[in-house]
């Protein structure tokens, strides 16, 4: 899945109420500092700027004279503009008043508005002595009319069209982003429901919903691999049952046919019921070595869940196993080479000695007469302790190798009924396993095979 680059739905939850406020905001500051003398220099009116429409009406010269042709200007600017206003000269004299205001005064008695929109000039001369007052207000009829402008009106238009801009992208990123990969995820978990492992999940550049996709493909491909190994473990079950069964009836039919024959009287002599006997309890015996094996093999997995770890001298331990297969290893007349150094680890003494025993007896077995053995113990790179016992026997066939491991696997099939079913190395493997450590085999250059277990001594110190 190729990477992109994510934001947390926080800052995106963030990101876009910052440009909700801010852009309309921005824009309505644009228009007052840039773009209003634009909107408004050809034709200003009071509406638009009551300051700016006084001072270049009314602020001329002449304005506090009572002459016919400034009286007929401040009519036609009245009516034009639909404004009242009201002159006084510096005595508080009335010198004019709109023909609107005939029968109201936009001043009272005492010099005071008489409405909020009113507004009150005061004119003075370059001496800044004080010629007079100018009193203007809207007329009501005409304010309503006038009130917003069209170039205020298109203003409005304009941050209405970039809310619903904003709006639209947010509503498109989240249907992308969001609600589309949620939908895949959505169909993806009833496919794999149904059994389908093949699904297909959307990326996202929300980092919440990359995350549970990612996630949520993670558990895909480890529900396919469980699925794999859950289909593995039920075949080597059932090849498990299967062999155990022909191995446990081939002993038990040798059992039957000789006590038939006891039972029956063929066995007509003392010397023959004595053979039949004999060869009755050699049965048993390997029914009971069959056993034996299942029940050590069943034990291993428990203790192996189970285990106790104590402080062990490694190389004590190794030269008591050793010890402990003298007899068979003097039976064929074989000899051990051992390099062994002292190393102290913690692990449980009994699985440890049980795998170590199973792989050098198994190595004993296969080895031909007067064979060398050789067992190394010492510490490798990266605080490893290993464990390599090699052997001059026959090898393993390289396509066949990593089967040695599995339960009831037998190299070499003519010797299957020598009283071993193939589960020592199986159980070395769950013991080393269960203490942290791996075991490997390969075959040796020359001849024999070579098993090596590497025990991290950091998990142990």
């Given at each position: 899945m190729k990477s992109k680059k994510t934001i947390s739905v926080n800052w995106l939850l963030v990101s876009f109420s910052v440009c909700l406020i801010a852009i309309p905001l921005g824009l309505i500051q644009i228009y007052d500092n840039m773009l209003y003398d634009i909107f408004h220099k050809e034709d200003p009116n009071y509406y638009d700027n009551p300051n700016r429409w006084i001072g270049e009406n009314l602020f001329i010269e002449g304005i506090f004279l009572e002459t016919a042709e400034y009286i007929d200007y401040l009519d036609q600017l009245v009516e034009k503009e639909g404004v009242d206003i009201e002159i006084f000269n510096a005595n508080s004299e009335l010198m004019y008043k709109s023909r609107q205001t005939t029968n109201r005064s936009i001043?009272?008695?005492?010099?005071?508005?008489?409405?909020?929109t009113s507004y009150k000039t005061t004119v003075s001369n370059e001496e800044n002595q004080l010629i007079g007052y100018i009193y203007t207000t809207p007329d009501g009829a005409n304010y309503t009319n006038e009130l917003p402008t069209s170039n205020e009106?298109?203003?409005?238009?304009?941050?209405?069209?970039?809310?619903?801009?904003?709006?639209?992208?947010?509503?498109?990123?989240?249907?992308?982003?969001?609600?589309?990969?949620?939908?895949a995820l959505n169909?993806?978990?009833?496919?794999?429901?149904?059994?389908?492992?093949?699904?297909?999940?959307?990326?996202?550049r929300v980092k919440?919903?990359?995350?549970?996709?990612?996630?949520?493909?993670?558990?895909?491909?480890?529900?396919?691999?469980?699925?794999?190994?859950?289909?593995?473990?039920?075949?080597?079950?059932?090849?498990?049952?299967?062999?155990?069964?022909?191995?446990?009836?081939?002993?038990?039919?040798?059992?039957?046919?000789?006590?038939?024959?006891?039972?029956?009287?063929?066995?007509?002599?003392?010397?023959?019921?004595?053979?039949?006997?004999?060869?009755?309890?050699?049965?048993?015996?390997?029914?009971?070595?069959?056993?034996?094996?299942?029940?050590?093999?069943?034990?291993?997995?428990?203790?192996?869940?189970?285990?106790?770890?104590?402080?062990?001298?490694?190389?004590?331990?190794?030269?008591?196993?050793?010890?402990?297969?003298?007899?068979?290893k003097n039976k064929k007349e074989l000899r051990f080479i051992t390099k062994i150094d002292k190393v102290l680890i913690f692990a449980d003494y009994f699985l440890l000695y049980q795998a170590i025993e199973n792989i050098i007896a198994n190595a004993i077995r296969f080895s031909p007469i007067k064979a060398t053995i050789y067992v190394g113990v010492g510490k490798t790179e990266g605080n490893w302790?290993?464990?390599?016992?090699?052997?001059?026997?026959?090898?393993?066939?390289?396509?066949?190798?990593?089967?040695?491991?599995?339960?009831?696997?037998?190299?070499?099939?003519?010797?299957?009924?020598?009283?071993?079913?193939?589960?020592?190395?199986?159980?070395?493997?769950?013991?080393?396993?269960?203490?942290?450590?791996?075991?490997?085999?390969v075959n040796s250059k020359d001849k024999g095979l070579v098993i090596e277990i590497l025990l991290k001594v950091d998990d142990f110190e």
């Open positions: 001043v009272d008695d005492e010099g005071d508005l008489t409405t909020e009106s298109v203003v409005v238009f304009i941050l209405f069209i970039v809310i619903f801009v904003i709006l639209l992208i947010f509503l498109l990123l989240v249907k992308n982003e969001m609600i589309k990969p949620i939908v169909k993806a978990s009833i496919e794999i429901s149904n059994g389908n492992h093949s699904i297909k999940t959307n990326t996202s919440e919903i990359n995350e549970l996709t990612a996630s949520y493909e993670k558990m895909n491909d480890n529900l396919v691999s469980l699925k794999k190994q859950r289909s593995e473990y039920e075949n080597d079950r059932n090849l498990f049952v299967s062999s155990i069964v022909h191995d446990l009836r081939t002993p038990l039919f040798g059992l039957k046919g000789y006590l038939e024959g006891l039972t029956s009287g063929i066995a007509n002599n003392s010397e023959k019921r004595e053979r039949y006997l004999n060869k009755a309890l050699k049965q048993a015996l390997r029914m009971d070595d069959l056993v034996s094996s299942l029940t050590n093999y069943n034990r291993s997995f428990f203790l192996s869940e189970h285990s106790s770890k104590e402080k062990i001298e490694l190389n004590k331990l190794v030269e008591e196993v050793l010890t402990g297969l003298d007899y068979q302790v290993k464990i390599v016992i090699k052997d001059e026997g026959p090898g393993v066939e390289e396509a066949m190798i990593n089967n040695i491991f599995k339960p009831l696997y037998q190299i070499d099939q003519s010797r299957k009924y020598d009283g071993h079913i193939g589960l020592g190395l199986a159980i070395s493997k769950k013991n080393i396993e269960s203490q942290g450590g791996v075991i490997k085999a």
